[in-house]
């Protein structure tokens, strides 16, 4: 529980038992005020600037550099390849593994393939695709918190 002295402007907190000196709200410009009021009432506004950190090494670097990153874009690649062939629920990937085929599909969740197919097929390639797809994503994941 905290307290402000109402004529010092001093705020006195009873967990820690110490004074210090905070500017009170009703002493910022007018502007500034409302600005922060409405913002607080939109965080979403603010969420690509507090993301940009998060995001700018997919925008300078790339696809990022993991274990498996490739093989993501090179799933991305197949199942554009199905849907150009009238198969739009792959469940069997014939190239993978060597040629010997694998059941991707039916064990990993595609939502996520088909959204950054979706912005394929609005004319991105497959790379650019990719990355706005973990950009989307990251900046979803945000506005879930």
Request: glycine share 8%.
């Amino acid at each position: 529980m905290d307290a402000v002295h109402e004529t010092s402007g001093r705020h006195f907190s009873f967990r820690t038992g110490r004074e210090s000196q905070l500017p009170p709200l009703r002493r910022l410009p007018v502007v500034l005020r409302t600005t922060l009021a409405w913002l607080a009432s939109h965080p979403w506004v603010v969420l690509p600037l507090l993301a940009l950190p998060a995001v700018w090494p997919f925008l300078t670097c790339g696809i990022p550099r993991s274990s498996d990153g490739e093989n993501h874009l090179l799933r991305l690649g197949l199942l554009d390849s199905s849907i150009q062939h009238g198969i739009f629920y792959p469940r069997w990937m014939p190239e993978m593994l060597l040629g010997y085929g694998y059941p991707r599909f039916s064990f990993y969740a595609p939502a996520a393939y088909y959204f950054v197919e979706v912005l394929h097929l609005l004319g991105l390639s497959l790379h650019a695709a990719f990355i706005l797809g973990f950009v989307a994503g990251l900046l979803l994941a945000g506005l879930g918190m």
